[in-house]
């Protein structure tokens, strides 16, 4: 089977070599459509999710202040602290870096796989050229917050959405 020599920008990002062979025939790219209609929605119902987790985080604001009418901030702490096990298996304090606990603790269960990924943007990667300028303690904090944040961001969050 040889493959095309064509430039022609393919019809979709999804498995975009299949416009690449040569003579392929139109049931072969209305499957490869159909599929790529699949992830089209898939990624339209990311973005609604992103939506209503964002407005779920934005309830909280008013909770908060209709909690804090009839408890301290002291009891809503200490609240925290005894629900910390059900957000988080594994106790925060484990994490040495305090940035990226209370990041962490700041997503109260609420993250999603792009709040989980703007996390380990901001808050764990920290030096773009991390191979080559950064030195040895520097390179081991930095495997230190990505496996902290696998461990207290990402699993418990597959574990919600049920695809550990």
Do not use: Y
């Amino acid at each position: 089977m040889t493959t095309a020599t064509t430039t022609t920008k393919p019809a979709t990002r999804f498995l975009p070599w299949v416009d690449m062979l040569a003579e392929v025939g139109s049931p072969i790219i209305k499957q490869r459509d159909q599929a790529a209609a699949l992830l089209a929605e898939a990624d339209a119902l990311e973005r609604q999710a992103a939506e209503l987790r964002r407005a779920a985080v934005a309830a909280r604001a008013p909770l908060l202040d209709r909690v804090l009418k009839n408890w301290s901030l002291a009891e809503l702490e200490q609240a925290a602290n005894r629900a910390e096990s059900i957000t988080h298996p594994v106790p925060l304090h484990c994490i040495a870096d305090a940035e990226l606990r209370n990041a962490i603790r700041a997503l109260e269960g609420a993250q999603g796989p792009l709040d989980v990924l703007r996390l380990f943007n901001q808050k764990v990667i920290r030096q773009h050229n991390l191979l080559s300028t950064a030195s040895e303690d520097e390179r081991r904090a930095t495997l230190a917050r990505a496996l902290n944040w696998w461990n207290f961001a990402v699993v418990p969050m597959l574990e919600r959405m049920g695809t550990e």
